[in-house]
């Protein structure tokens, strides 16, 4: 993950001293006046702003208006004096994520900046431009993997809806980069909203949009993030996710090119590429009333499944050094320098339920914390890898339940999830797989 770009706009001291504290984990850039610091907001893309409350003439809480008209995701840290009382609520009543007071301490405002990152990450992540930068690069060359990406690179030619469906941490967000960076639609905006990460009431507002006083805190109107993929892709990710009463709404976008905002008399028109991911059985979902079947139909006129890693495993070579190299490149003082033959086929014969993000997370863990040259197979227990030597393993005893639920996910694997084939080769009707799902949901 690249460094999140901070943006601090003051025209004190304070400010080198806000650089100083920030520049070990964050990539600044000062602005002395609120001029340069609209004119930095406007070539590049910042994931927080920090700012003084006043910057010569202005007011910071100026700057934050100004800047939220344009990109209201972006939060925003204003540092004021202590005990001001006044300043602080009017902060927070026009929408400042944190009130820093001076005399500035370092660690309470780098813990801050790390609050509002995560934030600014987990809720949305905009591209505008061209959308290699998101990080297109797909590892892998087995042959489930390569169809995937021959589907997904076809699919970016198409403006009709995409369905990514796949497990947790298979890299549908990945998928869904490079199908607006492959596309024709790859120098408009790529907007990326994750609809399992904000509550129905605020995921409404920032999907459609709102107009001024709309609801208590809406001081000002805000376009919404579908209007801001306009002429662009939007990927809606965990879509499985978004609530009942918004579904209709949004099916609204996908065949009418129609948005209201939240409090508005009239819809607009917008030109966007959908593209949502989940790693939810919608037609489940579908059958349990928790999914509108006209939404999950239009979704679904194109689907692409990602293989979980265990239906790839001679990727997982390719995945540990493409993993291995950029930890490296990130912990400029480890010793670690390669990974035995054994070792790489422990990881080779796992079965990764957190899939390529649970393997990229083992991997940096064995670079950060290695002590030696060389990883050996009892490194990966300390890395959290949870495996176990092959001669170790033992056959798990299962009931009949289990063991039947583990079949019924192996057969619906293999024919790609298509239940009318599933329910063939097992011989049983519509309703039974259904009821079998729920319990295996359940647990009852």
């Avoid at 609050?115 to 060359?141: F, I, K, N």
């Amino acid at each position: 993950m690249t460094l999140a770009n901070v943006l601090v706009v003051s025209d004190e001291p304070i400010g080198a001293v806000v650089r100083s504290a920030l520049a070990h984990a964050y990539a600044c850039e000062m602005a002395l006046t609120g001029d340069a610091g609209l004119a930095a907001f406007s070539r590049a893309q910042f994931d927080v702003v920090v700012s003084d409350e006043r910057v010569g003439d202005a007011r910071g809480l100026d700057l934050l208006e100004t800047l939220q008209a344009r990109s209201p995701l972006v939060p925003f840290i204003l540092l004021g004096g202590a005990g001001d009382v006044e300043s602080a609520t009017e902060a927070g009543r026009r929408g400042v994520f944190e009130y820093v007071p001076k005399p500035l301490d370092g660690v309470r405002l780098t813990r801050s900046v790390q609050r509002a990152v995560v934030l600014r990450r987990q809720h949305t992540t905009r591209s505008s431009g061209d959308a290699t930068s998101a990080g297109t690069t797909l590892v892998g060359s087995s042959g489930p993997f390569v169809a995937v990406r021959e589907a997904v690179d076809r699919a970016a030619q198409s403006s009709a809806p995409l369905l990514i469906i796949g497990e947790t941490g298979t890299g549908k967000d990945l998928l869904a980069a490079r199908v607006h960076a492959m596309g024709p639609r790859r120098h408009r905006p790529y907007v990326v909203v994750n609809a399992a990460a904000l509550p129905a009431n605020l995921l409404d507002s920032e999907l459609f949009g709102h107009v001024a006083g709309s609801f208590t805190g809406a001081t000002r109107a805000r376009r919404g993030l579908i209007a801001e993929a306009d002429g662009g892709t939007l990927f809606l990710d965990e879509i499985g996710d978004l609530p009942f009463e918004l579904q209709g709404r949004f099916l609204r976008v996908i065949e009418n090119g129609r948005v209201r905002p939240v409090g508005a008399d009239h819809e607009r028109s917008v030109d966007v590429r959908i593209v949502a991911a989940t790693h939810r059985d919608l037609s489940f979902a579908v059958a349990e009333h928790r999914f509108r079947e006209d939404l999950f139909y239009r979704l679904n006129m194109l689907t692409v499944r990602v293989p979980p890693l265990r239906e790839r495993p001679d990727d997982i070579v390719a995945l540990v050094d493409h993993f291995f190299q950029r930890a490296l490149s990130r912990t400029a003082r480890s010793p670690v320098t390669t990974i035995a033959p054994e070792a790489m086929q422990r990881l080779q014969d796992a079965r990764w339920p957190g899939n390529v993000r649970e393997l990229a997370g083992v991997v940096e863990r064995l670079v950060v914390f290695g002590k030696a040259a060389r990883i050996e197979p009892h490194d990966l227990e300390a890395a959290g890898a949870g495996l176990r030597a092959p001669d170790s393993v033992r056959e798990e005893i299962l009931s009949l339940r289990e063991l039947s639920q583990r079949h019924v996910e192996a057969v619906l694997a293999e024919v790609g999830g298509d239940k009318a084939k599933a329910v063939a080769l097992l011989g049983i009707d519509l309703s039974t797989l259904y009821r079998w799902k729920r319990r295996a949901a359940t647990g009852h």
